[in-house]
């Protein structure tokens, strides 16, 4: 299972590195506002600077909606860096660009994924990643969960090779349930990373073997 992490902070992403664990990074146009990143020119430095930071897989999101911006503004974000992998929206243009940049070799990562109709399109259209946002689907009452189970049982039945990553994950149960479920990647915070250290038990038992090593060393 492959993490990735989902944010535009380079302060995080430099923790999540370190940690050693991480396997790429997800962002899109709401992450890099939130950081103060606007402006075309920023933006690609932005994601140049994310890039230096960690090994492969940085997904870069279009911000175009038709066809040919869609593919114009993708070309120029995969040549920015091998590691770029080009994130396109789960709509009918941004399917059909999906399917040229599988064609060109470019990986992508199709985006705003609710339903398992909308998965199988991806994958026919040769997504490298698929981005179902469990989280938002919680957030109405229905199970995001549930979609991530059929999505994987779909994938596997037919053998497609887009790679499931679970998105809009909120806590540590959702990664947990996701890994149960078969998701090929999960993509989270780093609360919900560094989440999965905690556990009451480890801190008394540490505590414990430490007191009990300094009272057997006379300390
Ligand atoms: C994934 O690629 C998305 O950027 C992200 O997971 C959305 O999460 P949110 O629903 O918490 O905004």
Redesign the pocket.
């Known amino acids: 299972m492959k993490f990735?992490i989902?944010t535009a902070n380079l302060d995080e992403i430099r923790e999540a590195y370190d940690l050693g664990v991480l396997d790429g990074v997800?962002?899109?146009p709401?992450?890099m506002a939130k950081e103060g990143i606007t402006g075309q020119e920023n933006i690609i430095e932005h994601y140049k600077a994310i890039c230096d930071i960690v090994d492969d897989k940085v997904?870069a999101?279009v911000i175009a909606t038709d066809y040919d911006g869609i593919i114009k503004e993708g070309l120029s974000l995969a040549k920015l860096d091998d590691k770029i992998v080009v994130?396109v929206p789960m709509i009918r243009d941004g399917v059909k660009a999906i399917k040229y940049f599988s064609n060109e070799g470019i990986r992508t990562?199709c985006?705003?994924v609710f339903s398992a109709g909308q998965a199988i399109l991806a994958a026919k259209a040769g997504a490298t990643y698929l981005?179902p946002?469990l989280?938002?689907l919680d957030?109405i009452s229905y199970d995001g969960l549930d979609l991530i189970e059929q999505i994987v049982h779909i994938y596997q039945t037919y053998g497609f090779a887009t790679e499931v990553?679970a998105?809009?994950?909120?806590h540590t149960m959702h990664l947990i349930k996701c890994a149960e479920l078969g998701a090929d990647v999960v993509?989270?915070?780093l609360k919900v990373i560094t989440g999965l250290l905690k556990h009451p038990l480890t801190d008394s038992g540490l505590a414990t073997f430490l007191a009990d090593h300094a009272k057997a060393a006379g300390k």
């Not at 998105?167 to 909120?170: E, G, L």
């Open positions: 990735f989902d997800t962002t899109n709401s992450l997904s999101e994130k990562n985006t705003l981005s946002f989280g938002r957030d990553l998105a809009s994950i909120r993509t989270c915070p």
